[in-house]
């Protein structure tokens, strides 16, 4: 998909409610960006496991939506508590099959959101983070099931004397991985990329 078409997804996208409740500035997103993708797996039909390689201690929240609605998560993090398995993403592959993975990678330029060295929030050089991130991507690919759905979470902002636009990004990784492009939702000043696996 070119750059244009991309930009015209995004202009007519759906905005999401917004019941806030979360702390945008920790690096929490809209839970109903994540409802969403329940439903969108429910209408499908796909299987009802969800993988969230970057869980943050705001992720307990998916897995109660999770247990309420009869679907499995899995969430892989670097905080202890905010996470099922504490581990590093860029290094572990989730076992089985997914219907759905959500995506919320720190963005590039952010505060450290963790400890860690592994964390993407403390890798200042683009390079450095985007193979990171598209490593991640490669591995969420793999583990979908045919049909089954990647929900990715960034925006277009500035950061480091830079503009970068992570949707964009998100885009051409997923569509260089065989996904396809299928909706784009807003929830200012975050954009989901919704594609699936063909
Ligand atoms: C933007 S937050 C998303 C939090 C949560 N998904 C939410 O939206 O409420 C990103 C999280 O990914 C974690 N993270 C960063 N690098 C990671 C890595 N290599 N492996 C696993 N988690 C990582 C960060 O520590 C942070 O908690």
Redesign the pocket.
């Known amino acids: 998909m070119s750059k244009e078409s991309y930009i015209g997804m995004r202009k007519s996208a759906r905005r999401l409610d917004d019941p806030g409740g979360?702390r945008l500035n920790d690096?929490?997103?809209n839970s109903v960006i994540f409802d969403e993708m329940l439903d969108l797996m429910k209408r499908n039909g796909v299987t009802k496991r969800v993988w969230?390689?970057?869980?943050?201690p705001?992720?307990k929240r998916f897995w109660v939506r999770c247990v309420m609605s009869g679907f499995e998560m899995e969430s892989?993090?670097?905080?202890k508590g905010?996470c099922k398995v504490l581990t590093?993403?860029?290094e572990s592959v989730p076992e089985g099959k997914y219907g759905g993975v959500i995506m919320?990678?720190?963005y590039y330029g952010s505060d450290p959101?963790?400890d860690s060295e592994?964390?993407?929030?403390r890798m200042l050089d683009w390079k450095v983070y985007s193979e990171?991130l598209e490593k991640v991507f490669g591995v969420a690919v793999d583990s979908l099931d045919e049909g089954g759905f990647i929900v990715a979470v960034g925006r277009d902002y500035r950061a480091l004397s830079r503009r970068v636009r992570l949707d964009l990004v998100y885009v051409w990784i997923m569509e260089s991985m065989g996904m396809e492009l299928i909706d784009v939702w807003i929830s200012e000043p975050d954009v989901a990329i919704v594609a699936r696996k063909i």
């Open positions: 979360y690096g929490e997103m969230e390689p970057f869980a943050g705001g992720s892989y993090g670097l905080v905010g590093d993403s860029t919320h990678p720190p959101q963790s592994q964390d993407l929030s990171a």
